[in-house]
């Protein structure tokens, strides 16, 4: 018996052994093994006490992204073929582009106005304009302008423009006269200087379009990103006699209308000279001279001096332009005067609303002869909203009003809804 229970004593101890020894080689075991999970979580426990410690940082917004412009839509203003110019030629600027050699390029311009011109017609529909523009490059810097009007049966204008070197280009033919910035139509005096809006009995200050037979040279004198410089030189047929002195005491007196078909009737071309310059796209300044006999070959000399000056400034959605004129005419020997002035000055501001929106407010006063106050003595005021349907056409309300009162006036008031299109 007691040898029984001390058999059981040591099976038990024996066991007990045993249990102890894999207890112990697994608890070592299982902490070799696992050392560097235990390294992180003694880690990611010191991170969190830290974490409660210290209070969390804002997230830092990134920065918002700037909304995309949509992009404008490049239209073409096609008040700028009634009122606005610049300083070169005007069929050059509408038409010329950079241009693969043999490429024609046609357009054409229209118009359609609903006019109240009382005193001078009834209230009507009309067309002032209905041109042909077309362009022919056979060569690199070399192109062809012709431009025509019908009921005309001659062009307009036709040229020859020649690019000779980067900064130096020359003119042929019926060419634009760089004067001031008459494109093509002048404003001198407060308004379109157009016959078809002139009274039956009112002269022209300056030709519907000038444009004479003969040769230009145009020479960039400076050309940076601040400060652009062009100049012009010109000579051409000039003014001829025809028109009527209204003091009644000469035969010879100038005719500023400029008929396409007219004849040259004297040997005294006309020269003329201009300055341009553009600061930053900002402010613009020009300078402009004209002069040429009139009258006819065999008679004693006239001639007819002109200067002019215009300036422009462009602010934001802010255009202002404004030019002046002023003109010596000579008259011959028998009358009793030997000379007379003629002067023009045009002022315009405009105002983009928007893309589609334009305002305007124009002004002027002109004087054809200051021996006499007649018909043509203008001082104009008036203004315009002008709405682009689409980068072809044009809707605009235009009121002008002449405060000069003189003798034989009757027309005071122009007002017009007009449609214009470009193709």
Known sequence: MTLQLLNRA??????????????????????????????????????????????????????EKAPEKPLEEKAVDLTELDQHGTNTSESYNRLHATQPSSTPNFRTYFDLAFSYRPGDQPVSFENFHSAFLLEYTPMAGLT????????????????LDW????????????????????NPHNTFGGFINTSLLRAASQEAFLPDVWADLGAAA??????????????????????????????????????????????????????????????????????????????????????ITMLGADFQAYIAALTFRAGYAYMAVDLPLGTSRQFYTRGGLYTELTLRATDKWKLG?????????????????????????????????????????????????????????????TL
């Open 10 to 63: 040591t099976a038990l101890w024996r066991a007990f052994i045993v249990l102890a020894l894999l207890a112990g080689t697994s608890i070592e075991a299982v902490t070799q093994d696992n050392r560097p999970l235990l390294v992180a979580a003694r880690k990611k426990r010191t991170q969190t006490k830290k974490s409660r410690a210290t209070p969390p940082k804002k997230k830092e917004k990134a920065p």
């Open 144 to 159: 062809f302008m012709v431009g025509l009007a019908p009921p005309t049966v001659l062009p307009l204008y036709y040229e």
């Open 163 to 182: 690019q000779i070197t980067d900064r130096l280009s020359l003119r042929l033919g019926r060419i634009w006269i760089p004067f001031d910035q008459i």
């Open 218 to 303: 145009k020479y960039d004198i400076i050309r940076d990103n601040d400060l652009q410089v062009e100049s012009h030189v010109y000579v051409v047929n000039g003014f001829g006699q025809g028109g009527t002195d209204p003091k009644g005491e000469s035969s010879s007196y100038p005719d500023f209308s400029l008929p396409v078909a007219r004849q040259d009737n004297n040997d005294d071309k006309s020269i003329g000279l201009r300055v341009h310059g553009l600061y930053r796209n900002t402010v613009g300044l020009g300078l402009s001279f004209f002069t040429g006999g009139y009258n006819n070959q065999g008679t004693t000399n006239a001639r």
């Open 361 to 421: 407010i124009l002004g002027g006063v002109q004087q054809n002869d200051n021996n006499v106050s007649d018909q043509n003595d203008r001082t104009i005021w008036g203004g315009k909203i002008e709405y682009l349907i689409n980068h072809m056409m044009i809707v605009s309300l235009q009121y002008f009003k002449d405060l000069r009162q003189a003798p034989g006036k009757t027309n005071f008031d122009v007002a017009l809804l007009r449609y214009s299109l």
